[in-house]
């Protein structure tokens, strides 16, 4: 299987911004998702574009997260801003289905810390 691969993560302060990507080939063929995991919890999906650019977000970041796709790089993003604390997390992309199409990446931490 082709890997996903993210990146962008890092430490930022609470109300702050980072761009997240996903890249590989292929993904333009499916609706993507980004999902996170924090420390003891399970998996969850927080935001979806479909191959036509329709968008959903899980009420946790509604306004605050944006997730977009570029085709013609087989990549896809999460603008995150405002960032809370509670968004520390892991980051991984991947299909939004039961299961998911490609095997998980290593993903992309993300810190939320003053």
């Known amino acids: 299987q082709v890997p996903l691969v993210e990146s962008g993560g890092g430490l930022v302060e609470p109300g702050g911004s980072l761009r997240l990507s996903c890249a590989a080939s292929?993904?333009?063929?499916?609706?993507m998702g980004w999902y996170r995991q924090a420390p003891g919890k399970q998996r969850e999906l927080v935001a979806t574009?479909?191959?036509?650019?329709?968008?959903k977000y899980a009420d946790s970041v509604k306004g605050r997260f944006t997730i977009s796709r570029d085709n013609s790089k087989n990549t896809v993003y999460l603008q995150m801003d405002n960032l809370k604390s509670e968004d520390t997390a892991v980051y991984y992309c991947?299909?939004?289905?039961?299961?998911?199409?490609?095997?998980w990446g290593q993903g992309t931490q993300v810190t939320v810390s003053s």
């Open positions: 292929g993904i333009i063929l499916y609706a």
């Open positions: 991947n299909t939004p289905s039961t299961p998911p199409r490609f095997t």
């Open positions: 574009v479909t191959s036509f650019g329709s968008k």
